[in-house]
């Protein structure tokens, strides 16, 4: 939920240019400056929190609409996953994608172009990758059966409207396109077969559908990269294992991993989400009731386990996220919770 200032800049930015703007990138941005000038003025006693308001509340107001900044730049590469060292990409391994919680076989570098965060996933029968910033979104995925796909829900906003498919080709490769819209936007979907056995889809924002296979046929599939999130889970219920992997990352001078989730599950169709993301700046840990291993955990209503590992907020999903197992089961998950030591170096995870 935003914060009463993201409600102000929404109000302010909206009369101003006419429309509905997000101000998600524009409040990151000024909280950054906001964590640079907290630096810059620790010598500083009187008057520095009225100095700190003034100098925030100028650097949202000021910042230029298409996302300039003068804060250092952080390379696109802050949104990719490490190099998965000698496997292969999924034309020479079809029957591997989606199978395998912990790698990712394709690579999609010309498609973080404008993004700010990037969420990866694998497992479950699909790979999958989302760019979204102020420029550019997009969101690729790859399977093994054009049924997976049709199981996924599409993120990217449109009118629900789609249009008539048209033949395509996708490199040298035959597919189908068709679009829907989004305000003055087209929302392009292309949908192919990069080698036998495979299916790739790409949602875009595109002028074109020229434009949406051009961009389309930058993914490459030569390649690997590990998934990885910054902490293992050791213990588990019998007959469970890692199904699926996701992790955000976002591009912030201050550290790029925003959440990471591990899907736990069985044969016999239970499964759970345990996530952890960093927790709230001044967010104080908050105790708990229950035994998880070494860990204090909580009660988020009655289907959410929830504890503090610090820097992060750990918390294991039993329903919605999950089905099947019981508060025990989330307690001995929870219990074998190993943080990284490393927050900010994902090639170690």
């Known amino acids: 939920m935003f914060s009463d200032l993201d409600q102000r800049l929404t109000a302010t930015l909206t009369q101003r240019a006419g429309g509905d703007i997000d101000p998600t990138p524009i409040v990151e941005q000024a909280r950054r400056r906001g ?43 802050a949104l990719m996953l490490p190099e998965a060292a000698g496997q292969l990409g999924a034309t020479a391994r079809p029957e591997d994608v989606g199978a395998d919680p912990d790698t990712v076989h394709f690579s999609t570098d010309s498609l973080a172009d404008g993004a700010e965060y990037a969420t990866w996933r694998a497992g479950r029968g699909v790979e999958s990758v989302e760019f979204r910033g102020p420029t550019g979104q997009a969101r690729f995925a790859l399977a093994r059966t054009v049924a997976a796909l049709d199981e996924l829900q599409q993120t990217l906003s449109s009118a629900g409207r789609p249009q008539a498919r048209t033949d395509v080709r996708v490199g040298d490769r035959p597919g189908v396109a068709w679009f829907d819209t989004s305000g003055d936007q087209k929302l392009w979907f292309v949908r192919w077969q990069p ?155």
């Open 35 to 77: 964590r640079r000038l907290r630096r810059r003025r620790r010598g500083f006693v009187a008057g520095g929190a009225a100095a700190m308001c003034v100098a925030l509340t100028a650097a949202v107001l000021t910042m230029p609409i298409d996302g300039s900044t003068d804060d250092p730049i952080v390379p696109v590469s």
């Open 195 to 349: 080698g036998d056995g495979l299916w790739a889809q790409l949602d875009t924002y595109a002028g074109s559908r020229d434009e949406a296979t051009a961009t389309a046929s930058r993914v490459r599939f030569d390649a690997a990269h590990r998934c990885v999130v910054p902490f293992r889970l050791e213990s588990l219920p019998p007959g469970a294992r890692v199904r699926e992997c996701s992790v955000t990352f976002g591009r912030s001078e201050h550290g790029n991993f925003v959440k990471g989730s591990l899907v736990v599950g069985d044969d016999g169709g239970r499964w759970l989400t345990v996530r952890a993301q960093l927790a709230p700046d001044g967010d104080k840990a908050r105790s708990g009731d229950l035994v998880a291993g070494p860990y204090r955990a909580r009660r988020q209503g009655s289907d959410v386990l929830e504890m503090t590992v610090k820097p992060c907020v750990v918390e294991a999903f039993r329903k919605g996220w999950g089905q099947g197992y019981g508060e025990s089961d989330g307690l001995v998950v929870l219990g074998g919770y190993q943080p990284t030591r490393d927050l900010d170096r994902p090639d170690t995870w």
